[in-house]
């Protein structure tokens, strides 16, 4: 079956720009995360959604940064007036409901380049 | 001190040869644990859960120690293919975010 899918693949932006990335979950997928992947760095934490529940955004770095989820569907990541600390490849992952949070499936991430 | 914290490597070993890599973790509260698989340029993928008893899946080996609070993973008969880098994974009990630690890279060589 399709896996998580993003978009775009790679986007370069120039500082001060807005920026908003796409993720297509896996159908049945109830859980959607967000992560931030520095060059040479772990993971980090962004955004969690479940369900219709309120989303988890304690892990989102500032303000700049927001996250919307149509139902148990796409979610788009935004990013406001970019900086180029944000440059990283940004990845979501989905997972069956709350128990499976151990076994996220990952989409193949957004690299995004702030100049 | 990092959450969950790992030799970052790289481990050069031969075909054939067994490795193993550890973990450790910093918060007492972690209750489950994973380790996860990327390649370069690629997104994670689960490698297998980490259960208090051990467990194995073929050529792989986990293993948890809670009173030290460290993860391990044996990796026997390397092939090529794992060239990749390791990730360990922690998630406290009752919720819901992956702590991962920054990977241990394997090269293995012919």
């Known amino acids: 079956g399709a896996g998580v899918s993003q978009s775009p693949s790679n986007k370069v932006t120039e500082k001060g720009k807005d920026v908003e990335l796409r993720c297509d979950p896996i159908?049945?997928?109830?859980?959607l995360y967000w992560y931030r992947q520095r060059l040479g760095q772990g993971l980090e934490f962004l955004i969690y959604f479940q369900g219709n529940s309120a989303p988890d955004k304690s892990g989102l770095p500032s303000d700049r940064f927001s996250a919307e989820r149509t139902g148990e569907s796409v979610s788009t990541l935004t990013i406001q007036r970019t900086q180029q600390e944000d440059s990283a490849v940004y990845l979501c992952?989905?997972?069956?409901?709350?128990?499976?949070?151990?076994?996220?499936?990952f989409g193949p991430g957004t690299r995004l380049t702030v100049t | 001190r990092k959450e969950v914290e790992q030799d970052p490597g790289p481990f050069n070993v031969p075909e054939g040869a067994t490795v193993a890599f550890n973990c450790t973790y910093s918060n007492s509260a972690s209750q489950s644990f994973f380790w996860y698989r990327q390649d370069c340029r690629k997104e994670p993928k689960l490698l297998m859960s980490?259960?208090?008893s051990g467990n194995e899946d073929g050529r792989f080996t986990a293993q948890l120690n809670r009173a030290s609070q460290y993860i391990s993973l044996l990796i026997r008969d390397s092939k090529l293919s794992d060239s990749a880098t390791y990730l360990c994974?922690?998630?406290?009990?009752?919720?819901?975010?992956?702590?991962f630690g920054k990977g241990t890279k394997l090269s293995v060589i012919p």
């Open positions: 994974v922690s998630l406290r009990a009752g919720s819901y975010q992956l702590t």
């Open positions: 159908s049945g997928h109830t859980a």
């Open positions: 980490v259960y208090s």
């Open positions: 992952a989905s997972s069956l409901a709350a128990t499976g949070v151990g076994e996220q499936y």
